[in-house]
């Protein structure tokens, strides 16, 4: 065995000696923690979140055009009617 | 880089395409049985990419926990080896260039961009020699390499990569010299 496989040998035994105790379980409980049914309910949480700020955002939005709405007409209505007013004394 | 009792031969590859195929129908113990058989070929391979001893276990945690979620989408359970080193190596990759990329947006100062190995990394001459000669390759040609140290042939590498085994042998020769070229152990 020359010097540069004993060195490849080395590397891969260092490399080991810094994996501590318990890695195998550790890399189990990380990978079932990222795929537990918890994390899709906190997707489906943020899902239902979003879809409720939107449904805030589209009713807000829907009932304040609906007031400018009667606003503009009431104003148009106005104008309309001196319109006439002023025809008629003309 | 790996000992010979930890290399799977060819006549165990039954027993690890078995071993696979009960980590993928759900068992527990023989899904650990697969990281403890690895786990120290994986280190090795991450270290001789990366350089860096002290990235070595995060590293070989996103690696395991990538293969415990993608193993039962592996449809060639005798092909487990390849599979999981190619796995490894394009995370390393990945994570090599994601460093590359911050350092861009995030320029270090020059007393912090090549941070020694913590105390005891390097405990001898041929592996400091290595490690150094390895620092000089690019990235992807240290992949290869240890891709090479791990048993895999030129044809599985061929394969990783996506060109032609060709293509392969002329890049693993150029890589060779070039690690020779680095590799003095009486220089540094």
Not at chain 1, 23 to 42: C, G, I, K, N, T
Not at chain 2, 38 to 49: C, E, H, M, P, W
Not at chain 2, 165 to 186: F, G, I, N, S, W
Request: glycine share 4%.
């Amino acid at each position: 065995m020359n010097t540069e496989d004993t060195a490849w040998n080395e590397l891969g035994a260092h490399a080991a000696s810094r994996l501590s105790p318990g890695f195998a379980d550790r890399v189990l409980l990380e990978a079932r923690a990222s795929s537990s049914p918890l994390l899709v309910a906190h997707f489906a949480m943020c899902a239902a979140t979003a879809g409720l700020c939107l449904a805030a955002v589209a009713l807000y939005r829907s009932g304040t055009s609906a007031a400018d709405e009667a606003r503009n007409l009431a104003g148009w209505s106005e104008i309309a009617a001196q319109t006439q007013e002023l025809d008629q004394g003309l | 880089m790996q000992s010979n009792d930890t290399r799977m031969d060819e006549s165990s590859t039954t027993t690890l395409g078995d071993q696979v195929r009960r980590a993928q129908a759900g068992d527990e113990a023989a899904m650990r049985q697969l990281i403890v058989s690895y786990q120290n070929r994986v280190a090795g391979f991450v270290y001789a990419i990366t350089g860096r001893s002290d990235s070595v276990e995060d590293l070989a945690q996103v690696i395991f926990v990538k293969m415990v979620r993608a193993l039962p989408r592996l449809n060639a359970p005798e092909q487990f080896e390849s599979w999981l080193f190619r796995l490894a190596r394009n995370t390393c990759i990945d994570h090599l260039r994601r460093q590359k990329l911050r350092r861009i947006f995030t320029p270090f100062a020059p007393e912090h961009e090549n941070v020694p190995e913590p105390d005891g990394a390097v405990d001898s001459e041929e592996l400091d020699a290595l490690r150094f000669a390895l620092a000089q390759l690019r990235p992807k040609d240290r992949a290869l390499l240890a891709l090479v140290q791990e048993g895999r042939s030129h044809a599985e590498i061929a394969e990783t990569l996506r060109t032609s085994v060709a293509a392969v042998k002329a890049r693993l020769h150029r890589a060779r010299e070039h690690l020779r070229q680095h590799y003095t152990t009486d220089e540094h």
